[in-house]
C-alpha cells in the first residue's frame, strides 16, 4: 500500500463513524485506538491530530457547542428576558444536531453504558451551565439569576435531547426545545399548556356514532 497523503479527506468524520461502530460491536472498553485508525483506512498519527484519546472521539465539538451558546446569549435583543435569551442560543445549537441525529443515539448508547463517559458528559454539561450564566451575567443578568438560567438551559438541552433521540415521529430538535421551554415556564408561572390537537380526518369524523334522532310525540 502506498503512503497515504498527510491530510485525508474527511478524515474526521471517518474516525468517528468508524469508532462508534467499533464500540457498538466490541464494546468501548475493548475497543483501540489502533482498531479505529485501521477501520477508518487511516493511521494511529491521523488519529491523534483530532483526538488526544478514544474517549475524545464521543466529545469532540464540545467547544464549538460551547461557543455557539455563549454567542446567541451575548447576541440576544436587549429586551429578551434571561430565559429567552439560553431559549435562543438552544435552538440554534439545536439546528446543528439536526442531521446527525443517528450519530447522536449511537453515541448516547455507549456513553450511557460507562460510568466514566457518563462523568465526562456530566461535566460538558456543566462547563455549558457555567458558560450560559456568564454570558447572562455579561448581559447584566445577577445573582442568582444567571445561574439559575443557567443550570435551567441545561436541563431544558438534556430533557430535548433524550426526547429527540426517542422521538418515532422524527421531529426536530429545535421543536422539543421549544415545548421543554414552555413546560418549564408553566411550572414556574403555574400556568397550564394546552396544545392544540390535530383536527379529526373525514373519515375518523364518518366513523364515530351520530347522536340518536330524538322523537317528538
Same mark, same amino acid.
Given at each position: ?16 463513524? &468508524? %469508532? ?26 491521523? *488519529? ?25 446569549? &451575548?447576541?440576544? @435583543? ?18 446543528? *444536531?439536526? @442531521? ?12 450511557? %453504558? ?29 445573582? @442568582? ?35 421543554s421551554i414552555d413546560e418549564l415556564t408553566a411550572v414556574a408561572t403555574g400556568k ?19 347522536? @340518536? ?5
Amino acid at each position: 500500500m502506498g503512503r497515504m497523503a498527510r491530510w485525508e479527506p474527511d478524515a474526521l468524520g471517518r474516525l468517528q463513524q &468508524a %469508532a462508534l461502530e467499533l464500540y457498538g460491536e466490541r464494546g468501548y472498553d475493548q475497543t483501540t485506538v489502533a482498531e479505529i485508525a485501521t477501520r477508518a483506512g487511516l493511521t494511529e498519527r491521523t *488519529f491523534f491530530r483530532y483526538f488526544a484519546d478514544k474517549r475524545e472521539v464521543l466529545f469532540w465539538g464540545a467547544g464549538a457547542l460551547q461557543q455557539l451558546l455563549v454567542d446567541r446569549v &451575548a447576541s440576544a @435583543p436587549d429586551s429578551a428576558t434571561p430565559l429567552a435569551a439560553v431559549a435562543m442560543a438552544l435552538e440554534a445549537a439545536a439546528a446543528g *444536531f439536526e @442531521p446527525r441525529r443517528d450519530y447522536a443515539r449511537q453515541r448516547q448508547a455507549v456513553i450511557a %453504558a460507562h460510568a466514566e463517559l457518563m462523568e465526562r458528559e456530566l461535566i460538558k454539561l456543566a462547563s455549558l451551565a457555567s458558560a450560559m450564566a456568564d454570558a447572562l451575567r455579561r448581559r447584566g443578568v445577577t445573582d @442568582p439569576a444567571a445561574s439559575l438560567t443557567g443550570e435551567a438551559g441545561v436541563a431544558v438541552f438534556k430533557v430535548a435531547f433524550e426526547r429527540w433521540l426517542n422521538d418515532t415521529k422524527r421531529r426536530d430538535f429545535s421543536r422539543h426545545i421549544r415545548e421543554s421551554i414552555d413546560e418549564l415556564t408553566a411550572v414556574a408561572t403555574g400556568k397550564r399548556i394546552v396544545r392544540a390537537e390535530p383536527s379529526p380526518s373525514r373519515s375518523a369524523r364518518a366513523s364515530r356514532p351520530k347522536p @340518536p334522532t330524538r322523537r317528538h310525540s
